[in-house]
């Protein structure tokens, strides 16, 4: 069961903090490194959502994203929409596919289920790459941010972007931690655990899990709109299913199942790109070490090995309650 | 209550329920028993709804649940236990309760309130590990509780829905005698008005808590009657008690 305990809400603010400072104190290059997690925290924290706490490891969250960006780009751009309904649009239509992909993979579990949602991505992608109307693998561009200029706040600038970014990070796990401590993900838990017993007990476990997929998908959808206003520019790239596996390499390094190990993830993550591709193009190795070692040390993550550490420490040996958050 | 119409179901060449018919008033105990490969879990199995039977009906409260699926007759107020323990493994005892209870109160599925933190929720939880007598392990990790508490604890799951009807499938199967005697005490706690069906190959079971015993044989159903009915028929003799005694 999921927990919002003291010290990942600490982590979190202190992460949050730490990467306000980091925007306003660097340059731009540290702002627009900001954003990149930002954006991809957003990803790693929905994809965790459902991997982590309903079992269902998507390779769709990079479709959802794109699939949310080039619905605000329809809205805004081709149909001259204010970018605020437009963005809802986007958002709307990334819950409504994962709604869809949950629905229709129903049942399938597992290696399946990964499959199935690596096929509804790949499509999504095929579809904006040919669409010329969209601009098809060109991209398309003319998007514009939210107009925050009634209330002073000026988007054009790269640090209110940035800090922009990382409220939408706070939001967005505020809303994945409030719904996991209801009785909806209480319930997708129990699924995650032992679906088949939660059926015997009167739950529809496939309108339960086509919902969880439909709400991620819908925070997945939120890193789409601020992907868009970041370079105000998009391309089938983002649907790419590599996106995804990148979401995914994101949730395992940080933490499956503790909805804060994947910001952390995600901070290293993109900070590791950077700083080692100064010195070689393979950082994609230091990557692939890093995780077969979370892999090989138990699969906990980083921040699931740290409060593994921390748990024992503070309970007596032999009376380590095994309670696991997820 | 329970309603099983001529209950047919086939795999391929063979027929594994023949013809089972049998009603179950509100609040009776039935026992079903038979020898092994008497067709007890498949048409268990049925009523539950995880096999579809070739032909025939099953009713509760008179309306057909033929066409519902597992979670939909579980909502009906059917429920079930299982013959090995089926829990929720990498939680709580009480955790487990908790997600049975909201289950069967309709609440598993609001994104504004915690069914952990629901009033009536816990009530349940309360009550049913007093019955199960899990009181004092509700915090315990399933997966560090022995097997005769994880066997409370299915039957647990099962009650804490608060069914109308409850499905127990060899509820005994691999206790020891002091837990077969509490398990007994706890049949016999529960609601009189609670319809119970339970498959069985226990005869001391069935004698003591069955209000009528229905016996399967090569799916068939070969007797129906009340324990001492049973005690005294010869084809019940002939076909299981022969062979339980000879055990015995």
Redesign the interface.
């Known amino acids: ?1 999921f927990r919002q305990s003291p010290a990942r809400t600490l982590v979190l603010l202190a992460t949050l903090a730490g990467l306000a400072v980091y925007a306003s104190a660097g340059g731009y290059f540290a702002r627009e490194i900001v954003v990149e997690i930002a954006i991809l925290a957003i990803l790693a924290i929905s994809l965790d959502v459902v991997a982590g706490f309903g079992g269902m490891v998507s390779l769709a969250h990079g479709a959802m994203m794109g699939l949310s960006a080039y619905t605000y780009a329809i809205f805004s751009v081709k149909l001259g929409w204010p970018p605020l309904p437009s963005a809802l649009m986007g958002i709307g239509a990334s819950a409504l596919f994962g709604t869809a992909i949950g629905w229709i993979t129903g049942r399938t579990t597992g290696i399946f289920f990964i499959m199935a949602t690596l096929a509804f991505g790949q499509m999504a992608y095929t579809v904006f790459f040919k669409w010329r109307w969209l601009g098809g693998d060109d991209g398309l561009g003319g998007l514009s941010r939210f107009d925050l200029g009634w209330l002073g706040i000026k988007m054009g600038d790269s640090l209110t972007f940035a800090f922009f970014a990382l409220v939408m990070v706070l939001a967005v796990y505020a809303a994945a931690a ?2 996991l ?4 993900g ?2 997708l ?2 699924i995650h ?2 679906e ?10 496939v309108v ?1 899990r086509a919902q969880a997929l439909g ?1 991620s998908a819908m925070l997945a959808g939120v890193a789409g709109i601020i992907a868009a206003q970041h370079i105000l520019y998009i391309s089938p790239e983002m649907l790419v299913w590599t996106v995804s596996g990148e979401v995914l390499i994101v949730v395992i390094l940080g933490g499956l199942g503790t909805l804060i190990g994947p910001l952390l993830g995600a901070v290293i993550f993109v900070l590791l790109k950077h700083e080692i591709s100064a010195y070689t193009n393979h950082w994609h190795i230091v990557i692939g070490i890093l995780l077969i070692a979370t892999v090989l040390s138990g699969g906990r993550g980083i921040y699931g090995q740290v409060e593994h550490w921390l748990t024992r420490r503070t309970q007596p040996a032999g009376k380590t ?4 958050d ?1 | 209550m329970l309603e099983v119409r001529k209950l047919c179901k086939s795999f391929g060449g063979l027929q594994v329920t023949r013809n089972v018919s049998f009603v179950l008033e509100p609040g009776e105990r039935r026992v079903i028993l038979g020898p092994n490969g008497a067709g007890k879990t498949t048409l268990f199995n049925q009523l539950v709804g995880t096999l579809t039977p070739s032909s025939g009906d099953i009713l509760v409260q008179g309306r057909s649940v033929m066409g519902l699926s597992v979670s939909a007759r579980a909502r009906e107020g059917l429920s079930r236990s299982y013959q090995k323990n089926n829990l929720f493994e990498d939680l709580s005892v009480r955790e487990n309760l908790m997600l049975a209870a909201a289950a069967g109160q309709g609440k598993a599925r609001s994104i504004w309130r915690d069914s952990f933190r629901d009033a009536e929720v816990r009530e349940t939880v309360r009550e049913v590990a007093q019955q199960v007598a899990l009181t004092d392990m509700l915090d315990m990790p399933v997966r560090s509780a022995s097997y005769g508490s994880r066997r409370q604890l299915e039957v647990g799951l099962a009650l804490a829905t608060r069914p109308r009807i409850l499905l127990m499938d060899e509820p005994t199967s691999g206790v020891g005698p002091t837990m077969i005697e509490s398990f007994h005490r706890l049949l016999h706690s529960l609601p009189r008005e609670l319809t119970v069906l339970i498959i069985e190959h226990d005869m001391d079971l069935a004698f003591d808590v069955a209000d009528r015993i229905t016996v399967l044989n090569f799916g068939e159903v070969v007797f129906e009657g009340t324990p001492d009915e049973t005690r005294g028929n010869k084809v019940v003799r002939d076909i299981y008690l022969g062979d339980w005694q000879a055990n015995a």
């Open positions: 069961m409030w719904v401590r209801t009785a909806f209480r319930t838990t129990g655990t032992n088949d017993r939660m059926r015997a007990l009167g739950v529809s476990t339960h709400f309650a095994e309670a696991p997820a």
